[in-house]
């Protein structure tokens, strides 16, 4: 219990003067002078954990930022392949019933092999026309006998816009120009921008300014993912194990499906099955993928000139089997950087 003032007894109530002053003077002043002391430790130690906890909170809150972001690119990226999956199989799916006039060389038995392998051969190369991936599937004729089909003529126009004429011959794209790097992309910008013979282009209008590019300045545009990095096209990648194509290399027709545009099977491999490398033609589906969040794609997209492969031009399966360093086949990982990429062999079509 605190008593007040007027209960201590006089004497205690007097206020000290001479020697006791002093000595009770210097007290306070060192008393003060010690709690000031610890007061200014104490206040930097106080701040040092407080920058230790900013530091840490900012920390946190930055890569929580970065993480987000991330997730945010590879969403943008999913759904922007999603989309080009659906207009590229439109036109896949297209090629099975499509129409060809097939003119054979002169003196060629009309039986129905020989009428079937040459709508094969057209058909490949309507793809390979239609459906580019890499510079010599558009510079490069039609060798099977079709006639240069109107969007592989729109691409060229397209071409001669970006590139200029070829200073050997005026009426051409300058293909020179045009590098190999990112060709896949280049070409897939050329499809999703081409017009209909209406006039109306097919899938330039879902395409955002942000989502094209010329990351490589050769004057073709790319169509760039979440990361601003393009999106890669191969039209046929044997090598690529997935999904969509699960059994890659197989010396029996059954059970993966077969390739849907030879239902006659006239493909030199089906009658060579039982000798090595014999295998089966097997479905193969268009590849679009990103290279994802480390950047990389690893993945092989050859550099196969498909109007002179053996053992027929315009070959889907070149270079398959048997491996053979330098001319692995087309779309097989090359490292470690494709596992992370994005593909639409697996993205789920929302
Ligand atoms: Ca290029
Ligand atoms: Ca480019
Ligand atoms: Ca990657």
Same mark, same amino acid.
């Given at each position: 219990?605190? $008593?007040?003032?007027? @209960?201590?007894?006089?004497?205690?109530?007097?206020?000290?003067?001479?020697? +006791?002053?002093?000595?009770?003077?210097?007290? =306070? $002043?060192?008393?003060?002078?010690?709690?000031?002391?610890?007061?200014?430790?104490?206040?930097?130690?106080?701040?040092?954990?407080?920058?230790?906890?900013?530091?840490?909170?900012?920390?946190?809150? #930055?890569?929580?930022?970065?993480?987000?972001?991330?997730?945010?690119?590879?969403?943008?990226?999913?759904?922007?392949?999603?989309?080009?999956?659906?207009?590229?199989?439109?036109?896949?799916?297209?090629?099975?019933?499509?129409?060809?006039?097939?003119?054979?060389?002169?003196?060629?038995?009309?039986?129905?092999?020989?009428?079937?392998?040459?709508?094969? /051969?057209?058909?490949?190369?309507?793809?390979?026309?239609?459906?580019?991936?890499?510079?010599?599937?558009?510079?490069?004729?039609?060798?099977?006998?079709?006639?240069?089909?109107? #969007?592989?003529?729109?691409?060229?126009?397209?071409?001669?816009?970006?590139?200029?004429?070829?200073?050997?011959?005026?009426?051409?794209?300058?293909?020179?120009?045009?590098?190999?790097?990112?060709?896949?992309?280049?070409?897939?910008?050329? =499809?999703?921008?081409?017009?209909?013979?209406?006039?109306?282009?097919?899938?330039?209008?879902?395409?955002?300014?942000?989502?094209?590019?010329?990351? +490589?300045?050769?004057?073709?545009?790319?169509?760039?993912?979440?990361?601003?990095?393009?999106?890669?096209?191969? %039209?046929?990648?044997?090598?690529?194990?997935?999904? %969509? @194509?699960?059994?890659?290399?197989?010396?029996?027709?059954?059970?993966?499906?077969?390739?849907?545009? +030879?239902?006659? $099977?006239? +493909?030199?491999?089906?009658? /060579?099955?039982?000798?090595?490398?014999?295998?089966?033609?097997?479905? #193969?589906?268009?590849?679009?993928?990103?290279?994802?969040?480390?950047?990389?794609?690893?993945?092989?997209?050859?550099?196969?000139?498909?109007?002179?492969?053996?053992?027929?031009?315009?070959?889907?399966?070149?270079?398959?089997?048997?491996?053979?360093?330098?001319?692995?086949?087309?779309?097989?990982? =090359?490292?470690?950087?494709?596992?992370?990429?994005?593909?639409?062999?697996?993205?789920?079509?929302?």
């Amino acid at each position: 219990m605190i $008593r007040p003032a007027s @209960q201590f007894p006089e004497q205690d109530r007097r206020p000290l003067s001479g020697p +006791d002053s002093a000595v009770a003077a210097v007290s =306070i $002043r060192m008393a003060a002078s010690r709690m000031a002391a610890v007061r200014a430790a104490f206040t930097l130690v106080e701040l040092m954990v407080v920058v230790v906890i900013v530091g840490m909170l900012a920390s946190a809150v #930055l890569f929580a930022m970065y993480g987000l972001l991330d997730e945010a690119k590879g969403d943008r990226t999913k759904t922007q392949i999603a989309r080009i999956d659906r207009f590229i199989m439109d036109r896949w799916e297209s090629f099975r019933t499509r129409q060809v006039r097939v003119t054979l060389a002169a003196g060629t038995a009309s039986n129905p092999q020989v009428l079937n392998q040459a709508r094969l /051969n057209a058909i490949r190369e309507l793809m390979r026309l239609e459906l580019p991936d890499r510079v010599t599937d558009v510079a490069v004729d039609p060798v099977s006998g079709v006639a240069l089909p109107t #969007l592989a003529r729109g691409y060229r126009r397209k071409c001669f816009l970006l590139l200029g004429p070829d200073p050997s011959n005026s009426s051409k794209p300058n293909y020179s120009r045009w590098s190999t790097s990112h060709e896949g992309s280049e070409c897939l910008f050329l =499809i999703l921008t081409a017009l209909n013979e209406d006039g109306s282009s097919a899938a330039a209008d879902s395409l955002a300014p942000s989502e094209t590019g010329d990351t +490589d300045g050769d004057g073709m545009l790319e169509v760039l993912d979440g990361w601003g990095k393009p999106i890669e096209f191969i %039209r046929w990648a044997p090598g690529f194990f997935s999904d %969509r @194509q699960p059994f890659g290399i197989v010396t029996a027709p059954l059970p993966n499906p077969d390739d849907p545009f +030879d239902p006659a $099977r006239v +493909d030199p491999r089906w009658k /060579n099955l039982a000798t090595p490398p014999g295998y089966c033609p097997f479905a #193969l589906y268009p590849l679009i993928f990103s290279a994802g969040p480390d950047g990389l794609y690893d993945i092989n997209t050859g550099t196969v000139i498909y109007a002179a492969t053996t053992p027929v031009a315009n070959d889907p399966y070149a270079f398959m089997f048997p491996y053979v360093a330098g001319t692995e086949p087309v779309g097989v990982s =090359i490292g470690g950087g494709s596992a992370d990429n994005f593909h639409n062999h697996w993205v789920e079509v929302e």
